[in-house]
């Protein structure tokens, strides 16, 4: 009787999963990158059609905004799904503070083994592809410059500095015409506007273009780069030159083209994807 009782127990446990779960955590959007994320969504289906896919997001007003589930809340349906692997893959461009709680949530879940995947830009060689798909939407033109804006970070002691100054560095060396600066950290405006005006005075320039190294080009590139007031463009046409950044059509609507809406860039996401599954094949 007893021993019945356990075989019944048993044999109602579900049937675990044989490919492991694939988990995307995005910070989230609020309605002017959806269109963004459901093309990204589309691209990582198609990539990966013998995996179930689950969505994690990451910001707290985003979540409770439009209830939607964390990162912890994903983990915990994919267990309760019957699968006991699982990749994790962050849609992050850089390796920061967030991607470090996204690998604390998911390595220490229990019950769960979980592979994390890179980030876009976790190596320099992952760096110059990212740049090289970029550089397509550079202006050439004589007296025509380009100036990269990159997310940043306030914290002084945060180990992603050594990229964003990383880069800054690279392109310099990389192109004649091309600078970085960040919104929130250093590289900063203020000090590469510097450099670009001292340039502007030995050779004036006529254009620049700010292009968005960053996964949704939303509130950033509309607030810091782009506005009327206390921005970026303000700061080079009050030098005299004349100001734009790359947008993309999207049905019937034009977004600033964030690193999101290249395909080439969501290519690179699913291949970070593929290296955690091998991983994961491998131990």
Not at 169 to 186: F, K, Q, R, S
Not at 192 to 213: D, E, K, S, Y
Not at 234 to 240: Q, Y
């Amino acid at each position: 009787m007893h021993q019945h009782g356990y075989i019944g127990r048993k044999m109602r446990l579900p049937k675990l999963k044989d490919h492991p779960a694939i988990i995307i955590a995005t910070f989230g959007t609020s309605t002017s990158g959806q269109a963004a994320m459901e093309a990204v969504e589309a691209q990582i289906a198609e990539s990966f059609p013998d995996h179930q896919i689950y969505w994690a997001y990451t910001s707290e007003i985003i979540r409770r905004k439009k209830g939607l589930p964390s990162l912890l809340e994903t983990l915990a349906k994919v267990e309760s799904d019957g699968y006991r692997k699982a990749v994790v893959q962050p849609l992050h461009v850089f390796p920061g503070t967030e991607y470090q709680q996204v690998r604390e949530s998911s390595l220490y879940f229990p019950g769960l083994r979980v592979i994390l995947g890179e980030t876009l830009c976790h190596r320099w060689s992952f760096i110059e592809a990212v740049l090289e798909e970029m550089s397509g939407d550079f202006l050439t033109g004589e007296n025509q410059i380009n100036l990269i804006a990159l997310h940043g970070t306030p914290l002084a002691a945060d180990p992603v500095n050594t990229i964003y100054m990383g880069i800054n560095h690279l392109v310099t060396g990389m192109y004649d015409n091309v600078y970085a600066a960040t919104v929130e950290g250093v590289p900063n405006i203020q000090s590469v506007a510097g450099r670009i005006r001292r340039a502007h005075a030995q050779t004036p320039f006529t254009r620049i273009r700010l292009v968005p190294m960053l996964f949704l080009a939303g509130i950033h590139v509309q607030k810091d780069l782009m506005s009327d007031k206390n921005s970026w463009r303000t700061i080079f046409e009050e030098m005299g030159m004349e100001v734009d950044c790359p947008t993309i059509t999207c049905g019937d609507q034009e977004y600033f083209k964030g690193l999101a809406y290249r395909k080439t860039c969501i290519r690179f996401f699913c291949q970070r994807v593929q290296r955690a599954l091998d991983l994961m094949n491998h131990y």
